[in-house]
């Protein structure tokens, strides 16, 4: 019975929120076959890369450290699993599927680096609020080896070519990050959430590659100042709506008392 | 009669192909290729309706005689390649070619790697008046700082390869072994050695070849382990209300203007014909994925809302 948690699958709210987005979703669609839109327990998703370019991938990004995310590192790698340089030309987008792979991978790694203990374990229930948070950090952390290089990997997302496959990407994740702090909402709040993780993400990631203090303190500083002020914002809307209707209903009473036939 | 002789000679000179012509239709008129294009209806997809006959242009024809004919077009085309791909294209095909070799990225950066051995070995088929070859060569030289990689040029005509000599003169390779020109069926590569070719290239030629598949297999056998099979060829047009331009373009203008600029019409109607028998993008990338070689993400890239196309496939270890 509660074995299915269906979970709209992100590339879904990203085409109904960005629909101009063709080239995200097509490419999705050249996939392997089976690919389900919705999230299951109980069968495994195949892996998000064929062999051979996981392979140079993988290979290539042991060496982003040194050379960065280029054309050399890709070529490196190539050569580590026994490919020639040439070989490269696996990989459409050249140094953005380096990016990707990178992506892709933290992302996937999130539900298994992050176990929340269970509520009777513990004794206290921790809030989504704070898994949250802890999810955040926990993919800020997955940086950390190549946080030099960092700079360059947004500035090749920042590409026109690539800033839809980029964004879309981020919106995977936030949407990764609330199913695994647990959240069901369906209402509008499914899509305020994640944007506003978006925001909060985009903003610690471009911090953190600023960030020169001990075990990376400041980037957590401005990460809960960053949560607090959406969920201050959060509030003031709230409070925002609830005046608002409570204008408008007095004035159109008040209208209504004074004969207007409203 | 001394009158006419010298008339009869001017006028052959004039309109070059008449001779061609003669076999193919008894009357050929400016009008003719659109009503090729929109009423002939094109023999049955399938090769194999008939056994061993093949399709040249919108013609069938016997398979032994499509590699004569495609010569022959060559052959007459050879000087005023350029010239007329310019006006066809109205350039872009030089943009295309760029395109191409900078996405392949050839050569061997002695700056990032160690051992500064040899570089690549690329293999150049149809590639007759040296357009993609020079272009590698130049990217390897001044790009990735190389001065090994190789390029070996392959064409079944003659004609072409002459061309491309000629025009190797102007340039600094000429004289230098990374060059070499030879004279090859892509469908039988005796001269080249399994294993030993790390980039292949074909553009614009394999629309030509009489059997396909073949050639795609004779690349695989080249090849090395992880060495690249590169592709760029004319191919389906996505859009429709671009594709009906894009027809009447070709269908109209082309063999007109290879008929003014070149005194050729034949062979430019074979070309555009060509263009519209050659397969589908998804048809292609399924022909490179049959002869074994892993197609990288889609398998092509679209130039020009897909007037070309690029298509790739690597070798795997």
């Known amino acids: 019975m509660g074995s299915w948690d269906l979970k709209p699958h992100p590339s879904m709210a990203t085409r109904s929120l960005l629909g101009s987005f063709r080239a995200t979703s097509s490419r999705l669609a050249a996939a392997p076959a089976c690919r389900r839109s919705f999230h299951s327990y109980e069968y495994t998703q195949p892996p998000p890369f064929p062999p051979t370019e996981s392979a140079i991938l993988s290979a290539a990004l042991s060496h982003v450290p040194d050379h960065g995310f280029t054309t050399a590192a890709l070529t490196l790698g190539a050569r580590d699993v026994g490919y020639l340089d040439v070989s490269t030309n696996i990989l459409p987008r050249g140094?953005?599927?380096?990016?990707?792979?990178?992506?892709?991978?933290?992302?996937?790694?999130?539900?298994?680096?992050v176990q929340f203990p269970a509520e009777a374990e513990s004794g206290k229930k921790l809030g989504t609020g704070a898994k949250v948070r802890t999810l955040i950090l926990a993919r800020l952390r997955a940086n950390e080896s190549i946080i030099h290089r960092w700079q360059e990997a947004l500035a090749i997302m920042a590409q026109p070519t690539y800033v839809p496959a980029s964004l879309a990407e981020l919106a995977r994740l936030a949407d990764e990050?609330?199913?695994?702090?647990?959240?069901?909402?369906?209402?509008?709040?499914?899509?305020?959430?994640?944007?506003?993780?978006?925001?909060?993400?985009?903003?610690?990631?471009?911090?953190?590659?600023?960030?020169?203090?001990?075990?990376?303190?400041?980037?957590?500083?401005?990460?809960?100042?960053?949560?607090?002020?959406?969920?201050?914002?959060?509030?003031?809307?709230?409070?925002?709506?609830?005046?608002?209707?409570?204008?408008?209903?007095?004035?159109?009473?008040?209208l209504r008392s004074k004969g207007v036939r409203i | 009669m001394n009158v006419q002789a010298p008339r009869i000679l001017l006028r052959r000179q004039l309109l070059g192909g008449v001779k061609r012509r003669a076999s193919r239709e008894p009357y050929r008129c400016f009008s003719c290729s659109v009503r090729d294009a929109q009423q002939q209806t094109p023999p049955p997809k399938s090769p194999q309706h008939a056994?061993?006959?093949?399709?040249?242009?919108?013609?069938?024809?016997?398979?032994?005689?499509?590699?004569?004919?495609?010569?022959?077009?060559?052959?007459?085309?050879?000087?005023?390649?350029?010239?007329?791909?310019?006006?066809?294209?109205?350039?872009?095909?030089?943009?295309?070619?760029?395109?191409?070799?900078?996405?392949?990225?050839?050569?061997?950066?002695?700056?990032?790697?160690?051992?500064?051995?040899?570089?690549?070995?690329?293999?150049?088929?149809?590639?007759?008046?040296?357009?993609?070859?020079?272009?590698?060569l130049d990217y390897a030289s001044t790009i990735n700082n190389d001065a090994h990689t190789k390029v070996t040029v392959a064409?079944?005509?003659?004609?072409?390869?002459?061309?491309?000599?000629?025009?190797?003169?102007?340039?600094?390779?000429?004289?230098?072994?990374?060059?070499?020109?030879?004279?090859?069926?892509?469908?039988?590569?005796?001269?080249?050695?399994?294993?030993?070719?790390?980039?292949?290239?074909?553009?614009?030629?394999?629309?030509?070849?009489?059997?396909?598949?073949?050639?795609?297999?004779?690349?695989?056998?080249?090849?090395?382990?992880?060495?690249?099979?590169?592709?760029l060829e004319f191919s389906k047009v996505n859009n429709p209300l671009f594709d009906a331009f894009y027809k009447r373009w070709s269908f109209g203008a082309i063999p007109l203007i290879g008929q003014v600029v070149a005194g050729d019409r034949d062979s430019?109607?074979?070309?555009?014909?060509?263009?519209?028998?050659?397969?589908?993008?998804?048809?292609?990338?399924?022909?490179?994925?049959?002869?074994?070689?892993?197609?990288?993400?889609?398998?092509?890239?679209?130039?020009?809302?897909?007037?070309?196309?690029?298509h790739k496939g690597v070798k795997p270890t």
Request: a negative charge.
């Open chain 2, 155 to 231: 064409d079944i005509n003659p004609d072409m390869l002459a061309e491309g000599r000629k025009r190797a003169l102007s340039t600094p390779y000429a004289r230098s072994p990374r060059l070499k020109f030879v004279e090859a069926n892509a469908e039988t590569l005796d001269m080249i050695p399994d294993s030993s070719i790390d980039l292949y290239t074909v553009a614009f030629g394999i629309r030509n070849f009489t059997h396909k598949g073949t050639a795609l297999r004779e690349a695989y056998r080249v090849l090395k382990p992880g060495g690249v099979f590169a592709c």
């Open chain 2, 51 to 136: 056994q061993g006959t093949t399709h040249f242009g919108f013609e069938t024809v016997a398979e032994a005689l499509k590699e004569q004919k495609v010569g022959a077009v060559f052959s007459s085309v050879a000087s005023s390649y350029d010239a007329m791909n310019d006006f066809m294209s109205l350039g872009i095909h030089r943009l295309w070619k760029d395109h191409f070799v900078r996405n392949l990225n050839p050569g061997r950066n002695p700056l990032t790697s160690s051992s500064s051995d040899q570089g690549w070995n690329i293999l150049d088929i149809a590639g007759g008046t040296g357009d993609i070859a020079f272009r590698m």
């Open chain 2, 268 to 310: 430019y109607q074979y070309l555009v014909e060509s263009i519209e028998r050659f397969p589908s993008q998804t048809e292609f990338r399924d022909m490179i994925q049959d002869a074994g070689l892993l197609v990288p993400g889609q398998g092509w890239e679209d130039l020009t809302g897909g007037i070309a196309a690029i």
């Open chain 1, 95 to 113: 140094v953005f599927d380096l990016v990707n792979y990178h992506l892709v991978m933290q992302r996937l790694a999130l539900k298994d680096t």
């Open chain 1, 177 to 254: 990050i609330w199913f695994l702090a647990g959240d069901t909402s369906v209402d509008t709040s499914w899509y305020t959430k994640r944007a506003s993780l978006s925001a909060i993400y985009s903003s610690s990631e471009v911090f953190m590659t600023q960030d020169t203090s001990q075990n990376f303190r400041d980037t957590e500083q401005f990460l809960d100042a960053r949560m607090e002020d959406v969920m201050k914002m959060g509030s003031i809307f709230g409070a925002l709506g609830e005046w608002t209707d409570y204008t408008a209903h007095s004035t159109i009473n008040v």
